[in-house]
């Protein structure tokens, strides 16, 4: 049986229109956008920019060894950062804090690179107040 030692993080960057800060039906994913993958020091180590056409919004970073790590988001200009955390299990909801733009911490340990095919963190973007 393989064993994999590294990881994917990934998620959906998407255009909350509601601002519910969770992705709902007609709620698009942004294609363009840049993630950045940090690594526990806060230094970027990764770079990617959301699909666009099929799986518009996506962003993958993959072949992730096993640490601690957050992704930086830089919305495009013109767009903030909706609520996070208001989502249920299973639904594409904003993980990034506003105020810098990272999401919450990933503990990718041995464990998970072996159990879960991708780590998620999804961010909602808003229109900037003007």
Known sequence: MY???VGTIGGTIFLDTDADGVQGPGERGLSGVAAHLLDAAGE???TAETFAHACE???IF?????G???VEIVPPEGYGFTVPGMGAPGE???TVDAANGTTTTIDLTEEAVQTMDLVVRDAGLVPAAA
């Not at 993959?62 to 096993?66: C, D, L, M, N, T």
């Open 57 to 59: 919004g996506l962003y």
């Open 62 to 66: 993959s072949g992730v060894i096993p």
């Open 44 to 46: 970027r180590i990764a």
């Open 92 to 94: 594409t909801a904003s």
């Open 3 to 5: 064993e994999r030692t």
């Open 68 to 70: 601690n790590y957050t």
